[in-house]
């Protein structure tokens, strides 16, 4: 049960994180209208920004369920720099490699892969819409 309330309060977070990093690069881009490529570089910039704060996000969540014992990986005592790493690769649904969730941690890794998916399809709606309206002038 606390896995299920850690996971979804983190997608909520990562979900909240996305759509104000839209609107932020949506009001930058807004103002240079007349540079097209870097207006496009920009966006993309920004919103890659958006994607890792995100996985450190997320990073924070497996720390809270280890802390707590809610949850355990494959590797004992993981650094900050090994749950960003598995963090990172849940999120861009790499998939497992040298680090595993055992248990009911597993329901974070689920939320997390599925958020991750959206976000980044989100993302390539919103480059496009972005390249599209600079490929128009």
């Known amino acids: 049960m606390v896995n299920t309330g850690i996971s979804l309060v983190w ?35 920004l919103i890659v920004i958006a994607h890792l704060i995100e996985v450190i996000v997320f990073a924070f969540g497996w720390a809270l369920l280890l802390k707590i014992g809610a949850g355990s990986l ?18 861009s649904t790499v998939g497992f490699g040298d680090i595993v969730p055992i248990g009911p941690s597993r329901i974070l890794s689920i939320v997390e892969s599925v958020t991750g998916l959206v976000l980044i399809a989100w993302t390539a709606s919103f480059t496009f819409m972005e390249m599209r309206r600079s490929w128009n002038r």
């Open 11 to 45: 997608a909520l977070l990562a979900i909240g994180i996305h759509y104000e990093a839209l609107e932020l690069t949506t009001f930058i881009t807004g103002r240079l209208a007349w540079v097209h490529r870097l207006r496009v570089g920009i966006a993309v910039t």
């Open 74 to 91: 494959s590797i004992p005592d993981p650094s900050w720099l090994d749950l960003v790493y598995f963090s990172g690769t849940v999120y």
